[in-house]
């Protein structure tokens, strides 16, 4: 396994071509700085890895996503977000005694997408628990709206809904989390663009 002799410090599910199917993302570094020489085959600087999801699993696809991916590092924080607003996740990646590395996606333009930023009124304000599920035609998917997933590191709060190479969403239902537990769905819903949806308020915005 890839990930057998390495020490996770952040761990997040992403959809960073936005084809609608969650990929992995894994950021590494042992924290024993002298690990190299007690235990054979681990090592202090570890590699990042990413897995794409292909529909029927996920495939290592680290050595053809870029440099950072075959260098090691003394990773610990990760914390996803989109800092250019162009709809493809980007990810800040901290190391220990190093400079953070941001990490430009350009993967997700190949692809429609549809940015949500929840805020909770009876559910909490960040709507963490959400469940989101969109449909396009046939194309259905689901994603829940997370918190946390790596060492003190905070992500963006809008998430990225993938729609592969289809022009339109037919419709986003939300399910709020308790202790709201209302559902909403919303239709006329614009693609490559982000929007904001109040919990009670019945529209996007």
Not at 65 to 89: H, T, Y
Not at 136 to 149: A, I, L, N, T, Y
């Amino acid at each position: 396994m890839s990930t057998r002799m390495l020490s996770g410090w952040g761990l997040k599910f992403l959809d960073y071509d936005n084809d609608g199917n969650l990929d992995l993302l894994l950021c590494n570094g042992h924290p024993d700085d002298k690990v190299d020489k007690r235990v054979p085959g681990v090592t202090f600087l570890e590699p990042m890895l990413l897995f794409q999801n292909t529909g029927n699993g996920f495939q290592n696809v680290s050595a053809e996503s870029g440099a950072i991916f075959s260098k090691r590092i003394a990773g610990r924080g990760l914390a996803l977000g989109d800092f250019d607003n162009d709809g493809s996740l980007d990810v800040l990646v901290t190391q220990n005694n190093g400079a953070p590395i941001l990490l430009r996606n350009n993967a997700g333009r190949q692809n429609h997408w549809l940015g949500v930023k929840l805020v909770g009124r009876k559910a909490n304000i960040d709507a963490i628990g959400a469940k989101l599920t969109w449909r396009s035609g046939e194309f259905e998917r689901h994603q829940f709206k997370v918190g946390g997933g790596s060492y003190l590191s905070s992500h963006d709060p809008r998430t990225v809904l993938g729609i592969g190479q289809r022009t339109k969403i037919d419709w986003l239902e939300v399910k709020w989390p308790q202790p709201s537990g209302k559902v909403e769905r919303f239709t006329n819903l614009p693609i490559d663009r982000y929007l904001t949806i109040v919990e009670g308020e019945g529209k996007w915005k």
